[in-house]
């Protein structure tokens, strides 16, 4: 049974505007969230991470949001540019270095 | 980035064969993982260790067995393939076994299990 879902397998935004993509959880044990990036043919390399002890974690243009009550995080890319075009995964540990991954997302910016 | 390469890249084999793939990497990283991705579930963890001949199994490890007889050397044999375990397999190192200790993938192994 997955723990962590991405209900939205994919997602097409204009270059310039904002991506938002989404995750949610069902295991209250998750306290420690990361998002993943994926090109073709290449393997998953780390973007952002949240701790269960904040509620906002901001890397540039990344921002994640996490709404413990809720069991949700968000992903927020401003602006999109058409680098960012890839698979995202979503990610959570509880309390050690085994992650539950998401099915992923595959965002496609549009020039 | 952590310098992991994988081999092969890419195979094809047929049912009931063993195969094995290799994780090699330059980094001197404790924790090693075998990961599979397949549609509709993301990546999986299927073994992993935490030091030279130690290893444990992950959420989908039947049918799989890992050895790691030095630090940089992870490998992962597939005893008789089967179709189910068609996939693309990841192998990941970190230097510590901690959740906000990053964890560095190499290019993956496509397989193909006729």
């Known amino acids: 049974d997955q723990q962590v879902k991405q209900n939205s397998p994919s997602l097409s935004v204009q270059e310039g505007r904002i991506s938002i993509l989404n995750c949610d959880y069902t295991?209250?044990?998750?306290?420690?969230f990361l998002w993943y990036k994926k090109y073709p043919a290449e393997g998953p390399t780390f973007l952002i991470s949240?701790?269960?002890?904040?509620d906002k974690n901001e890397d540039g243009r990344f921002t994640v949001f996490l709404n413990k009550s809720a069991k949700h995080l968000s992903l927020h890319i401003v602006p999109s540019q058409p680098g960012d075009s890839a698979v995202y995964f979503c990610?959570?540990?509880?309390?050690?270095?085994?992650?539950?991954f998401g099915a992923g997302t595959t965002v496609t910016v549009r020039a | 980035d952590a310098g992991i390469t994988q081999s092969p890249r890419h195979k094809v084999t047929e049912t009931g064969t063993p195969v094995t793939l290799r994780c090699h990497q330059t980094?001197?990283?404790?924790?090693m993982y075998w990961y599979r991705q397949d549609p509709g579930h993301g990546l999986r963890l299927i073994h992993y260790s935490y030091g030279v001949k130690d290893t444990d199994k992950g959420e989908v490890s039947d049918g799989y067995s890992v050895s790691r007889s030095k630090t940089e050397d992870f490998l992962l044999t597939l005893e008789s393939a089967t179709s189910s375990q068609t996939s693309v397999y990841f192998c990941?190192?970190?230097?510590?076994?901690?959740?906000?200790?990053?964890?560095?993938f190499g290019p993956g192994t496509r397989l193909l299990v006729l």
């Open positions: 949240i701790s269960s002890i904040k």
């Open positions: 980094e001197n990283h404790r924790y």
């Open positions: 990610a959570a540990s509880a309390n050690d270095y085994k992650l539950s």
């Open positions: 990941a190192t970190s230097p510590r076994a901690l959740a906000s200790e990053t964890q560095y």
């Open positions: 295991n209250s044990m998750f306290d420690y």
